[in-house]
C-alpha cells in the first residue's frame, strides 16, 4: 500500500474510533483496556500523543526518560489526557489528521490505531472493527520484522494463513485465524488467541504470554528509522 494510502486509511481509523468513543458512559472511559494497566481513556490518551511526537521529539523524550519506553509513553499519555474524558476526546480528535510519526515507518503507525483501537473496542463490546485492508496492510508489517511489536520473532517458524482475506505468510506449523486475531496475537494481546486454530496455534500463544508489552507508540531504544 502506498505511503499516502495508509496515511489516509490511519485518518479513517481514527475518525472512526472517535465517533465511537462519542458515546462512552463515565464508567466505560475508566473501563481497564485490553493494553495493559491503561483505561480506555489512558489509551485514547495515549493515541493523540502517537499522533503527535515526530522523530526529534521521540528522540529528545525517550533519552529524557534513560530510553525507558514506558516512562517515555506515561509521560506523553499524561499530556493528552485533559481535564476528563470529554476533553481526552476533543484532542484526539483535533489529532485525527496528523501525519506526524517517530518514524518513517507508516505502517507501523497503522498499526498503532488497529491495535489499540480494538484494544478499547473489545472489552466495551463495541461493534466497530478496522477495515480488512487496514488489517491486512499491518499484518504484512508485523509478520515481516521486529520493530514497534516482535511479529517476526513472534511467527518465525510457522505458517499464518488468514481465514478472512489475503494474507498469508511463512512456513512450518500452521496458525488460522482471521487477520485481525493474527495481528492481536503478533501484538502480545492473549485474548484473540482463543481465536486461532491449527497445530502452531499453541506455540504462537505461548510466545505471545512470554512477550506481551502494553504500548505501539514508539520502536524499541535504537535510532527510527533503524
Known amino acids: ?9 490511519i485518518h479513517r ?16 472511559w475508566s473501563a481497564p483496556s485490553l493494553c495493559g494497566q491503561w483505561s480506555v481513556r489512558e489509551v485514547v490518551a495515549h493515541l493523540t500523543a502517537a499522533a503527535g511526537t515526530g522523530r526529534l521529539r521521540w528522540i529528545r523524550s525517550m533519552i529524557g526518560a534513560r530510553f525507558d519506553a514506558d516512562l517515555h509513553n506515561q509521560r506523553r499519555l499524561r499530556e493528552h489526557l ?3 474524558p470529554a476533553e481526552t476526546l476533543e484532542l484526539f ?11 518513517g515507518h507508516t505502517a507501523a503507525w497503522l498499526g498503532e490505531i488497529v491495535v489499540h483501537g480494538t484494544d478499547i473496542r473489545y472489552p466495551l ?11 491486512t496492510e499491518v499484518a504484512r508489517f508485523f509478520a515481516a ?9 513472534a511467527t518465525a517458524g ?8 489475503p494474507f498469508e505468510t511463512g512456513t512450518g506449523p500452521s496458525v488460522r485465524g482471521s487477520t485481525l486475531a493474527l495481528v492481536m496475537a503478533m501484538a502480545g494481546r492473549t485474548e484473540y488467541c482463543a481465536e486461532l486454530s491449527g497445530p502452531g496455534a499453541a506455540t504462537l500463544r505461548e510466545r505471545t504470554e512470554a ?16
Not at 13 to 28: G, I, M, N, V, Y
Not at 145 to 153: H, I, L, Q, W
Open 82 to 84: 485533559g481535564a476528563g
Open 158 to 165: 510457522l505458517h499464518l494463513q488468514a481465514t478472512d482475506g
Open 211 to 226: 512477550r506481551r508489552r502494553p504500548d505501539l507508540l514508539g520502536p524499541p531504544p535504537r535510532a527510527p528509522g533503524s
Open 13 to 28: 481509523e481514527r475518525a472512526a474510533l472517535a465517533d465511537e468513543l462519542a458515546d462512552l458512559t463515565p464508567a466505560q
Open 145 to 153: 520484522r521486529d520493530f514497534t511489536v516482535s511479529g517476526r520473532t
Open 125 to 135: 463490546g463495541l461493534t466497530g472493527s478496522p477495515s480488512p485492508a487496514s488489517v
Open 93 to 103: 480528535r483535533a489529532a485525527v489528521p496528523n501525519t506526524t510519526a517517530p518514524s
Open 1 to 9: 500500500m502506498p505511503r499516502a494510502d495508509i496515511w489516509a486509511a
